[in-house]
């Protein structure tokens, strides 16, 4: 039997410059002493590792914040530590998110000599205008210089992409996407401009300055980015995700395939053996903590079996392939009819939305864009 794959988060909190639409504008931070925090994390992951003793990582994830700021030196001991702890499999991915500033791609090559195999760029747009919009701090040229030099030092090369921004039409959209393919990464990342409560862009469109486009026109370039990727080999196998085959995230898979992943660093969130784990959001919080107790865990809950099924089915009815109900019974515990309402169930196949054989059941190309009222209406656990 294949063991389940273990994946580990490692978040690097500290930002250089504020976000508009992010929560840890509190992190800016001017300089660290990177050397005791390099320290806390090496702590934190040992304790994680205490108790996943004897299995072997198949992905480490370097998220924030702005990861790329690390030092190669601290990424390098990250990865060491976590290889002495666990061993990695033979395809382990090591992927690192990165803001597409020349600062940060003079960094790529120590980051790939440390054994980052995997990019992750935040390039949003290829709009000045929308970069504006989105408060970002490059330009398209900076932002397409940075693709460039991390196309030239790692294996596997994924960047971001906004859509649906106020007045944005079809022609404009699908030009922006070619455009996007013809850099040849292996996998894309296209998300829908969500205005969420708090942010900037809520305050500007509470005060009329800032117009969302309209949810048809969402809609059809959502249909859109869906025809014109998978036309080009770059089908969405998620609801925002899109790669050649073979270049899905795997890291990202053993998310919303519900596998464990380990969570070290500020604000980690993990899932270990039914338990959810939250680490302390404040940094200088989380360093106390670790100094503290060896560890910078602030809860550790373990979750029902509805809890578990729940979250399994939130997450893997997002992906193009679906869910096998009967894992989600193995993983929670809970029976195969009472995971899904199958009334519920049996009228959305009727209308073509969800998709079901036997124990696997899935949500069709025609659903996706419903898919939050999907979820409301078939996941029966809570």
Same mark, same amino acid.
């Given at each position: ?14 930002? #250089?410059? @504020?976000?508009? =639409? ?8 001017? $300089? ?15 304790? $994680?590792? !205490? ?12 998220? *924030?914040?702005? &990861? ?35 600062? +940060? ?23 000045? /205008? ?19 030099? %991390? ?24 030009? +922006?996407?070619?455009?996007?393919? *013809? ?12 205005? $969420?409560? *708090? ?7 509470? @005060? ?29 196998? !998620? ?21 464990? =992943?380990?969570?070290?660093? &500020? *604000? ?14 404040? &940094? ?5 903590? #670790? ?6 865990? $602030?809860? /550790? ?9 729940? !979250? %399994? ?26 995971? #899904? ?8 196949? @009727? ?13 069709? &190309? ?12 078939? #996941? %029966?656990?809570?």
């Amino acid at each position: 039997m294949t063991e389940e794959p273990l994946a580990l988060y490692v978040h690097w909190p500290f930002c #250089v410059s @504020k976000c508009p =639409y992010c929560d840890f504008n509190s992190h800016v931070r001017a $300089e660290i002493d990177e050397a005791a925090w390099r320290d806390a994390l090496l702590a934190d992951l040992a304790h $994680e590792a !205490e108790l996943t003793a004897g299995r072997r990582l198949t992905s480490i994830f370097f998220g *924030g914040g702005t &990861p790329s700021l690390m030092r190669p030196e601290t990424v390098a001991a990250v990865i060491g530590a976590a290889d002495r702890h666990w061993g990695f499999s033979d395809d382990v991915e090591i992927t690192l998110e990165a803001n597409p500033s020349s600062v +940060e791609a003079a960094r790529f090559a120590g980051l790939a000599a440390a054994g980052v195999n995997r990019v992750s760029l935040g390039l949003q747009s290829l709009d000045n /205008e929308a970069l504006h919009l989105l408060g970002r701090a490059h330009d398209v040229d900076e932002g397409l210089s940075a693709l460039e030099t %991390a196309q030239r030092h790692f294996g596997r090369v994924s960047f971001d992409l906004i859509y649906a921004l106020p007045g944005q039409d079809e022609a404009a959209w699908q030009t +922006e996407l070619a455009h996007a393919i *013809g850099f040849g990464t292996g996998h894309l990342s296209l998300y829908q401009l969500t205005i $969420e409560p *708090g942010t900037r862009f809520a305050t500007l469109v509470d @005060k009329g300055e800032l117009h969302p486009l309209d949810p048809d026109m969402g809609a059809t370039l959502f249909e859109l980015t869906r025809d014109v990727t998978a036309a080009a080999g770059i089908p969405a196998y !998620e609801i925002s995700n899109h790669a050649r085959p073979g270049q899905e995230s795997r890291h990202n898979l053993t998310y919303w395939r519900y596998g464990d =992943y380990l969570g070290v660093g &500020p *604000g980690a969130h993990g899932r270990r053996d039914g338990h959810a784990t939250f680490r302390r959001k404040k &940094p200088e919080n989380w360093l106390s903590a #670790v100094a503290r107790n060896g560890h910078g865990i $602030e809860s /550790e809950e373990a979750l029902s079996s509805s809890a578990r099924a729940a !979250e %399994a089915l939130l997450m893997g009815l997002r992906l193009g392939e679906g869910v096998d109900l009967e894992r989600v019974s193995r993983r929670s515990g809970l029976a195969v009819d009472a995971l #899904v309402d199958q009334r519920a169930v049996a009228r959305l196949e @009727k209308l073509s939305l969800v998709a079901s054989d036997g124990p696997h059941l899935t949500v069709t &190309p025609q659903g996706m864009p419903l898919l939050d009222a999907i979820l409301g209406e078939v #996941v %029966a656990a809570d």
